[in-house]
């Protein structure tokens, strides 16, 4: 307990450096042991722990030291003690176990509210949902248990034509339904007309039918036949649409040109010379205006051996010097002499040369600017001779042998 009293007092240090930093805390290694850091590497916690993740929805983080895990907040307070081997982030609540087959939880005070006994346990809207033996209980977030695991399910319904009713928790038995008091755990058996009124508070959102529009076979046709005309009846060879415009490659001895049609019925242009050795279409809805200039759409071509991206009017956005790029998230990644780089296409975007043995997109942090619009800044899992560390889309290594 010695060391990790010390271990505290370390973190607490860097509380007053945190508030003028970055908006991002980015777990950061230095040789064998982990912190955090800004986005611009500037340290924010001193790196102590054996490992640490990212900070969930910017409040808390899981820290791990001599093989036991535990929490902390975004000032680098210990919130739970590393005491345990498994520890799940749920809003507020901190899911515990030792073994991983059985679990407790413990509040954002660091005290134990659920005792590590069930088989599930997961945050219920301000209560804690726990599962032994496949019946269903609850315990409020002081820890105490009211609703007894005795249910085998429980969800939260309205009345029928009661819009003011709110919501109340309903427990199943069986073939029987209960209607439960969340603050008492008193339940009330329905009736067969009881139960004819309910509906669930949380109705599923209804299904996204995507795929092709069923009039664009149609207009696919009439733009292959107009190519046919304008070009060769051997020029078409791959397809793209999106919104008001339709973007195609063509070929002529073995080599590949952009043409699009502005319009549904207007005539088709060519856009690009024919210059590529192939052709793939990425639209601005994808990749912002920002990086594309503006464009309808970008292309990924291969020209002198060498891939890279231009926009439909031949404007180079990455070089044709690369082996191989190809689209993965919010990123192309990109390939020389067997190594891993990145581009970013977004507002702000980077080349990060190759360099890595392997890349892995991790996750998107957001924020709001002083404006209130939305930023994300992407940040990825590299490794480097066989020892993983952070790159942001900045290109900045949080990492340090």
């Known amino acids: 307990m010695k060391k990790i009293a010390l271990i505290c007092f370390l973190i607490s240090t860097r509380i007053f450096s945190f508030a003028q930093s970055e908006k991002y805390l980015m777990p950061y290694r230095e040789v064998n042991k982990w912190g955090y850091c800004d986005t611009s590497c500037k340290i924010?916690?001193?790196?102590?722990?054996?490992?640490?993740?990212?900070?969930?929805?910017?409040?808390?983080?899981?820290?791990?030291?001599?093989?036991?895990?535990?929490?902390?907040?975004?000032?680098?307070?210990?919130?739970?003690?590393?005491?345990?081997?498994?520890?799940?982030i749920d809003k507020e609540i901190f899911i515990i176990s030792n073994n991983g087959k059985k679990w407790g939880a413990v509040n954002n005070k660091g005290n134990v509210i659920v005792p590590i006994k069930y088989d599930h346990v997961f945050s219920f809207g301000s209560n804690i949902e726990v599962i032994e033996n496949k019946k269903e209980g609850m315990y409020n977030s002081a820890g105490k248990l009211i609703i007894p695991v005795v249910y085998d399910h429980i969800t939260i319904y309205s009345v029928r034509n009661e819009i003011n009713s709110g919501g109340f928790l309903l427990g199943v038995k069986g073939k029987n339904k209960y209607k439960v008091n969340q603050l008492t755990g008193k339940s009330v058996l329905l009736s067969s007309k009881d139960e004819s009124l309910l509906i669930p508070t949380l109705l599923e959102d209804e299904p996204f039918w995507g795929g092709v529009k069923p009039n664009q076979d149609e207009i696919y046709n009439l733009h292959r036949e107009k190519i046919k005309q304008e070009f060769s009846p051997d020029a078409f060879r791959s397809i793209e649409g999106i919104?008001?415009?339709?973007?195609?490659?063509?070929?002529k001895n073995g080599k590949y040109?952009?043409?699009?049609?502005?319009?549904?019925?207007?005539?088709?242009?060519?856009?690009?010379?024919?210059?590529?050795?192939?052709?793939?279409?990425?639209?601005?809805?994808?990749?912002?205006r920002s990086i594309s200039g503006g464009s309808r759409f970008i292309i990924i071509g291969k020209k002198n051996n060498g891939t890279g991206i231009a926009n439909e009017f031949g404007r180079e956005l990455l070089p044709f010097i690369y082996n191989k790029v190809e689209k993965d998230q919010s990123y192309f990644l990109l390939w020389k002499k067997s190594k891993l780089g990145v581009?970013?296409?977004?507002?702000?975007?980077?080349?990060?040369?190759?360099?890595?043995?392997?890349?892995?997109?991790?996750?998107?942090?957001?924020?709001?600017?002083?404006?209130?619009?939305?930023?994300?800044?992407?940040?990825?899992?590299?490794?480097?001779?066989?020892?993983?560390?952070?790159?942001g889309q900045n290109g900045v290594e949080y990492f340090k042998e």
Not at 58 to 81: D, F, M, P, T, W
Not at 243 to 251: K, L, V
Not at 257 to 274: D, G, H, I, M, S
């Open 44 to 88: 924010i916690f001193s790196p102590v722990w054996d490992s640490v993740g990212f900070f969930e929805e910017s409040k808390y983080a899981v820290v791990k030291i001599n093989k036991k895990v535990g929490a902390i907040n975004n000032l680098g307070k210990v919130i739970v003690e590393p005491l345990y081997n498994f520890l799940q």
């Open 243 to 251: 919104g008001g415009y339709w973007a195609y490659a063509i070929e």
């Open 257 to 288: 040109a952009a043409v699009v049609f502005f319009t549904q019925n207007a005539k088709p242009e060519l856009l690009t010379q024919y210059e590529y050795d192939r052709i793939y279409f990425l639209f601005p809805d994808d990749l912002g």
């Open 343 to 391: 581009f970013f296409y977004r507002k702000q975007a980077s080349i990060i040369e190759p360099q890595y043995d392997f890349i892995e997109f991790v996750k998107d942090l957001y924020s709001n600017d002083a404006k209130g619009y939305p930023q994300v800044f992407s940040v990825l899992k590299v490794t480097v001779n066989g020892k993983v560390g952070y790159v």
